[in-house]
């Protein structure tokens, strides 16, 4: 089934479709942990499938107070609970296998109340164990070392060292495309670090992180280090402005970090804040293979990635066949529900997000841009779409899309190239296809991003890599140890010795009184 079927066409649904739907999604305890149980009152909140909106399950609406007896319930935690290293370590390799385990129920959470198909979904759960194993394996972060006191003229007879400590309570608050293992990058090395943490799951896919804490409950963390709390008035201020939060650990826009950061006030702020990724396909790059990755990169999860292929600058002597097999790459992914296994490309989050998409590309179509493909939109669904000509200052440029859209754009200077590609608020990651190593090197040392990925696209992550960027993409890093070193700080202990003169009387004495 091609792009041009239509999306009534690409989704035709049963009675025994939606039962086994419903079906996939396991009962959980509660719609909120806190204080070290589930929740069920006020679970009036609806999850539906962002598809055709079939009720899925309830979660919690919380309150203000809720937030703060949670944080409190954690701080006592802290204070007066143990979990030494070793367990913490135990837990999340515990987890990890667990999770393997439930694989299948994960799965069909995720893509039951997300975007993602079916096939995306196992991938996710997948890349989440890693990100288990990955957080479980960074105990070996928090070894110390020795001060060189000995190298200073104020460290005369002292020694010392130094090794690293839990911040405290971490607030971590996660968007809805990677419902999953974006959880676990913020929960695994907070939790390894020691720390406790407060978790709030988009609104959109709440039921994907609330399970996530239970396979954590059961894997060994105490109930003390952990709360989830979903949504309700005054939620996410209280979460970030309580004073005995630590640590925020953001995914989501710049706008809304905006607000984060103001309402806070003088505390740690960790943020990803997505990403308007460029693609520089140079004359000697391969046509074919280049274009292959720029559909994957850029259509997949229905375009809600921030590592997607947005802008892609093509040398103007490949131009005409690069976007020839991006069309037809394009033209071949078959879109539609998100639980047949033959699905390329499932919803948009709302039916909110697919307008808005939708009023991007009429905004550019009406600007002078072509659509080779795509265009059309029918509920939530928003056909995958290869623009070009579009100019400079339209949205689907300047901003992060967010959706299943891609512009293609000749350069002839690669200089020129490289100097589009930085024009963006965003500097999360780009990717560069080219048979030269040293040509490869110099791009890559002139673009402003967090990372450039040679002969593939943006759309390249490895769970233990360092993950941010520059300018609008955020602030600080993920990736594993790196999210561990930024929860956690330095703490030295400091040893003033006796005067040497004094050390020497000692041992004579010592020796005196031995002999």
């Not at 999340?92 to 893509?111: D, G, P």
């Not at 105990?139 to 006191?149: I, K, M, N, V």
């Not at 991003?449 to 002969?455: D, L, Q």
Request: aromatic share 6%; charged share 25%; with cysteine.
């Amino acid at each position: 089934m091609s792009s041009s079927t239509t999306v009534a066409e690409a989704c035709p649904k049963t009675a025994e479709e939606t039962a086994y739907r419903r079906a996939s999604i396991a009962a959980l305890p509660g719609g909120a942990f806190l204080e070290g149980r589930w929740e069920r009152a006020e679970m009036i909140l609806e999850v539906r499938d962002p598809e055709d909106g079939v009720l899925l399950g309830n979660v919690c609406s919380s309150t203000p107070q809720d937030v703060r007896r949670a944080v409190a319930h954690i701080h006592r935690h802290l204070q007066d609970g143990e979990w030494p290293l070793r367990a913490r370590r135990e837990a999340l390799e515990r987890a990890a296998v667990l999770l393997a385990e439930q694989s299948v129920r994960f799965a069909e959470l995720i893509a039951a109340e997300s975007s993602k198909t079916i096939n995306e979904a196992e991938r996710e759960v997948s890349r989440c164990t890693e990100t288990l194993r990955l957080s479980a394996a960074a105990s070996s972060e928090l070894r110390g070392e020795t001060l060189a006191f000995e190298d200073s003229m104020a460290g005369a007879n002292k020694i010392g060292w130094y090794n690293r400590k839990p911040v405290g309570i971490v607030a971590a608050i996660t968007p809805f495309n990677d419902p999953l293992n974006l959880v676990a990058h913020k929960l695994g090395p907070a939790l390894i670090g020691g720390n406790g943490v407060v978790l709030k799951p988009s609104g959109r896919t709440p039921l994907t992180g609330l399970a996530f804490v239970q396979l954590l409950l059961e894997a060994g963390v105490p109930a003390g280090r952990i709360a989830a709390i979903v949504a309700g008035r005054g939620v996410s201020e209280a979460i970030v402005t309580d004073p005995q939060v630590d640590l925020i650990s953001f995914t989501g826009g710049p706008k809304t970090a905006d607000r984060i950061a103001a309402a806070a006030g003088a505390k740690k702020i960790l943020s990803e804040l997505g990403g308007n990724n460029a693609t520089i396909v140079c004359a000697d790059a391969e046509p074919a293979k280049a274009a292959e990755a720029i559909v994957a990169g850029a259509f997949g999860v229905a375009g809600q990635n921030c590592l997607s292929v947005q802008r892609v600058y093509v040398h103007i002597s490949l131009f005409d066949e690069v976007l020839e097999h991006v069309v037809t790459g394009t033209k071949a992914l078959r879109f539609g529900a998100k639980f047949d296994r033959g699905t390329d490309v499932g919803p948009l989050i709302t039916e909110a997000e697919a307008r808005r998409v939708e009023e991007w590309v009429d905004e550019a179509k009406a600007a002078g841009a072509a659509v080779h493909v795509g265009g059309q939109r029918r509920n939530a669904f928003y056909e995958p779409t290869v623009l070009t000509d579009v100019p400079a200052d339209c949205r689907v440029i300047r901003e992060e899309v967010f959706g299943p859209v891609v512009s293609l754009m000749p350069f002839i200077q690669v200089s020129d190239a490289i100097r589009a590609a930085n024009d963006s608020e965003y500097g999360l990651q780009a990717g560069v296809f080219t048979e030269s190593l040293e040509l490869a090197l110099a791009i890559a040392d002139k673009l402003h991003v967090g990372a450039v990925v040679i002969n593939e696209t943006s759309d390249v992550r490895i769970d233990s890599m360092p993950f941010g960027g520059f300018k609008k993409s955020g602030v600080g890093r993920e990736g594993v140890k790196h999210a561990v070193r930024e929860m956690t700080e330095p703490k030295s202990t400091i040893i003033k010795l006796a005067e040497p003169a004094a050390g020497w009387q000692q041992l004579a004495a010592a020796e005196r009184n031995a002999s």
